[in-house]
């Protein structure tokens, strides 16, 4: 690997290897000695590495040299739309719609459509800047670990491998469960009896078979995405003009029965059926123009998507009463109190063709995740290999696949889909910061007093936020609070707009009302994340200490050697010059 080559030189190997220096290459993990040298060595390399910066050139041409081989430019606007509708529209539209609906928003579910949409489109209008401007496979790992440092990015990256296992296993057992509805049995008929679970190989499988293909071609599995979506469109189209024709208004009343806090409750939830979008970003390195096709690809699929979801749910809570509505399967109860028995297959196919797209694209998202947060070597950078034949990462997908196979044959960790959305929205609340940080501070350039005015201004937004998000789940009919938050959230992003500069201009697209729409961002994100109860919160905490455990014992070593490594070849190149002048004198 380029790790262990001289300077830019990289030793072509067989891709298939499995040596002990491909996995820890790094000096640290020589041996016990080097090891317990650099584990005294603690404090000072996590320091090291709370105060590093990467830089764009680092992401986009050095760290790529890990991967061996280049991927394959094969992607336009058109793919990576279709890849929105793909990563996007699954079964979280026709599940949480209908739970959500009945337990908490009332007809009023169509305004937590808007707000969790609104947040989402903020998101990936930061996405879409990092991604014109750093076209590389890390998505957020690498933006963040540019902007806010190699330790925000490990948390970060822990998140995401978290999300992206436990998220694919919940979406391969939830495809099993449609297919038996299919069927027509009962969903978990196709699952095996064993003790206290219900093993599900079918999920493995369709698991193996998204993975199989992604591994294959990014074009071919862009082709049959555009495939299975086209169809799965057919299906929301109907489901929208039969409900439409069905529709009767006295169902919109009352449309507010739980008041406000019953639509937050829900956007939090529903949040979910937006998740997906990221995985886009991740395809960049692939993309044949990115500063073009990016933006097109992002910014089009979710613009559409929020407006999908909003008339869906719109036409569910117009077809039955919130009350009536069946929180396991309400598209197919609401049709069938109109009628229309057969209409649940079809409901059961559109759910069905939309997961199977949501596996395929996180597959390709996923893996491109792995390989470059593999590059940084805050994972073994085996995983980082790129086939010189196929262009995929086939290793990082392995890796991603047996680890949520294993997970879905045995249980989909329904306990933890609170904590998925604690760290989708936590990674979406640190790329908004992490693009103010970029418009507003410049590594030698802004001035110290200015550094200082941005830290301030943006803790007292982070903090603001929080406490408004605080004050509305301890008191959600009150309003005193928010007469000091909400002000002081406005200070604070006046104060970036005033007081401060910016340090960068975006070379090709970049988001617009800066600093107010990342800010807001911040805000909506930090906000959905209060309305999520104190559970998700205890998970995540647990989960990011074992994080910082692997970090303390292996990540925060090899990413300092990995970093470290370049200097001691450049003073390598400086003595050797110097050696070779005094022989030649």
Same mark, same amino acid.
């Given at each position: 690997?380029?790790?262990?080559?001289?300077?830019?030189?990289?030793?072509?190997?067989?891709?298939?290897?499995?040596?002990?220096?491909?996995?820890?290459?790094?000096?640290?993990?020589?041996?016990?000695?080097?090891?317990?040298? &650099?584990?005294?060595?603690?404090?000072?390399?996590?320091?090291?590495?709370?105060?590093?910066?990467?830089?764009? &050139?680092?992401?986009?041409?050095?760290?790529?040299?890990?991967?061996?081989?280049?991927?394959?430019?094969?992607?336009?606007? #058109?793919?990576?739309?279709?890849?929105?509708?793909?990563?996007?529209?699954?079964?979280?539209?026709?599940?949480?719609?209908?739970?959500?609906? *009945?337990? *908490?928003?009332?007809?009023?579910?169509?305004?937590?459509?808007?707000?969790?949409?609104?947040?989402?489109? $903020?998101?990936?209008?930061?996405?879409?800047?990092?991604?014109?401007?750093?076209?590389?496979?890390?998505?957020?790992?690498?933006?963040?670990?540019?902007?806010?440092?190699?330790?925000?990015?490990?948390?970060?990256?822990?998140?995401?491998?978290?999300?992206?296992?436990?998220?694919?296993?919940?979406?391969?057992?939830? #495809?099993?469960?449609?297919?038996?509805?299919?069927?027509?049995?009962?969903?978990?008929?196709?699952?095996?009896?064993?003790?206290?679970?219900?093993?599900?190989?079918?999920?493995?499988?369709?698991? &193996?078979?998204?993975?199989?293909?992604?591994?294959?071609?990014?074009?071919?599995?862009?082709?049959?995405?555009?495939?299975?979506?086209? $169809?799965?469109?057919?299906?929301?189209?109907?489901?929208?003009?039969?409900?439409?024709?069905?529709?009767? =208004?006295?169902?919109?009343?009352?449309?507010?029965?739980?008041?406000?806090?019953?639509?937050?409750?829900?956007?939090?939830?529903?949040?979910?059926?937006?998740?997906?979008?990221?995985?886009?970003? /991740?395809?960049?390195?692939?993309?044949?123009?990115?500063?073009?096709?990016?933006?097109?690809?992002?910014?089009?699929?979710?613009?559409?998507?929020?407006?999908?979801?909003?008339?869906?749910?719109?036409?569910?809570?117009?077809?039955?009463?919130?009350?009536?509505?069946?929180?396991?399967?309400?598209?197919?109860?609401?049709?069938?109190?109109?009628?229309?028995?057969?209409?649940?297959?079809?409901?059961?196919?559109?759910?069905?063709?939309?997961?199977?797209?949501?596996?395929?694209?996180?597959?390709?998202?996923?893996?491109?995740?792995?390989?470059?947060?593999?590059?940084?070597?805050?994972?073994?950078? #085996?995983?980082?290999?790129?086939?010189?034949?196929?262009?995929?990462?086939?290793?990082?997908?392995?890796?991603?696949?047996?680890?949520?196979?294993?997970?879905?044959?045995?249980?989909?960790?329904?306990?933890?889909?609170?904590?998925?959305?604690?760290?989708?929205?936590?990674?979406?609340?640190?790329?908004?910061?992490?693009?103010?940080?970029?418009?507003?501070?410049?590594?030698?350039? /802004?001035?110290?007093?200015?550094?200082?005015?941005?830290?301030?201004?943006?803790?007292?937004?982070?903090?603001?936020?929080?406490?408004?998000?605080?004050?509305?789940?301890?008191?959600?009919?009150?309003?005193?609070?928010?007469?000091? =938050?909400?002000?002081?959230?406005?200070?604070?992003?006046?104060?970036?707009?005033?007081? $401060?500069?910016?340090?960068? =201009?975006?070379?090709?697209?970049?988001?617009?009302?800066?600093?107010?729409?990342?800010?807001?961002?911040?805000?909506?994100?930090?906000?959905?994340?209060?309305? $999520?109860?104190?559970?998700?919160?205890?998970?995540?905490?647990?989960?990011?200490?074992?994080?910082?455990?692997?970090?303390?014992?292996?990540?925060?070593?090899?990413?300092?050697?990995?970093?470290?490594?370049?200097?001691?070849?450049?003073?390598?190149?400086?003595?050797?010059?110097?050696?070779?002048?005094?022989? /030649?004198?």
């Amino acid at each position: 690997m380029s790790y262990i080559g001289k300077e830019d030189e990289v030793q072509q190997r067989p891709y298939w290897r499995w040596s002990k220096v491909d996995f820890l290459p790094e000096e640290s993990f020589q041996n016990w000695n080097t090891y317990l040298s &650099a584990l005294s060595q603690i404090y000072s390399r996590f320091n090291d590495r709370l105060l590093s910066r990467s830089d764009d &050139a680092n992401e986009i041409t050095q760290l790529r040299k890990q991967s061996e081989n280049d991927m394959k430019r094969c992607l336009t606007w #058109w793919d990576l739309t279709w890849f929105g509708f793909g990563s996007v529209i699954g079964a979280g539209i026709f599940v949480l719609t209908g739970q959500e609906a *009945h337990r *908490h928003a009332g007809p009023a579910i169509v305004l937590s459509y808007v707000a969790s949409g609104i947040s989402a489109v $903020l998101s990936v209008f930061c996405y879409s800047e990092f991604a014109v401007e750093i076209p590389v496979a890390g998505g957020s790992f690498a933006y963040l670990r540019i902007e806010l440092g190699d330790f925000v990015a490990f948390i970060t990256a822990g998140n995401i491998l978290l999300e992206s296992i436990v998220g694919g296993a919940a979406v391969a057992r939830a #495809w099993t469960s449609y297919f038996a509805t299919l069927l027509n049995r009962q969903p978990d008929s196709l699952r095996i009896p064993k003790g206290n679970y219900l093993l599900d190989p079918i999920a493995v499988a369709v698991l &193996a078979i998204a993975a199989t293909i992604a591994m294959i071609s990014t074009k071919k599995t862009s082709q049959l995405n555009w495939i299975a979506t086209a $169809l799965n469109t057919l299906v929301i189209l109907f489901v929208l003009i039969a409900g439409f024709a069905h529709a009767n =208004t006295s169902n919109l009343t009352p449309f507010l029965p739980h008041g406000a806090k019953g639509i937050f409750q829900a956007a939090a939830i529903v949040y979910f059926a937006y998740g997906g979008f990221d995985s886009i970003a /991740t395809m960049a390195e692939e993309t044949k123009n990115p500063s073009r096709d990016i933006p097109l690809g992002l910014l089009g699929s979710m613009s559409i998507i929020t407006v999908v979801y909003c008339l869906m749910a719109l036409s569910l809570s117009m077809m039955q009463k919130y009350t009536e509505i069946d929180p396991n399967a309400a598209y197919s109860m609401a049709f069938r109190s109109v009628g229309m028995k057969w209409a649940k297959y079809l409901v059961a196919l559109g759910a069905l063709k939309g997961m199977t797209t949501v596996l395929l694209v996180g597959a390709l998202g996923q893996a491109r995740y792995t390989t470059h947060i593999a590059r940084a070597h805050m994972i073994p950078p #085996w995983f980082a290999l790129v086939h010189p034949k196929t262009g995929t990462p086939i290793n990082a997908t392995l890796l991603m696949t047996i680890s949520s196979g294993l997970i879905a044959f045995f249980s989909s960790l329904d306990v933890l889909a609170s904590l998925l959305s604690v760290s989708t929205l936590f990674i979406f609340m640190m790329m908004a910061v992490a693009l103010l940080v970029r418009r507003y501070y410049v590594r030698e350039v /802004t001035p110290g007093i200015n550094q200082l005015k941005l830290v301030i201004f943006l803790l007292v937004i982070i903090a603001s936020s929080m406490g408004t998000s605080a004050y509305w789940g301890l008191r959600p009919n009150g309003w005193v609070g928010y007469v000091v =938050t909400i002000p002081l959230w406005f200070l604070g992003t006046m104060g970036i707009s005033i007081f $401060l500069p910016q340090q960068r =201009t975006p070379k090709v697209w970049g988001v617009p009302l800066v600093p107010w729409l990342p800010s807001l961002s911040v805000a909506i994100n930090i906000f959905l994340m209060g309305s $999520l109860g104190p559970p998700a919160f205890i998970r995540f905490g647990i989960c990011t200490v074992a994080m910082l455990v692997y970090y303390t014992l292996v990540g925060v070593h090899a990413t300092y050697d990995m970093a470290h490594q370049q200097q001691k070849l450049d003073a390598l190149k400086v003595k050797n010059e110097d050696e070779d002048k005094e022989e /030649t004198a």
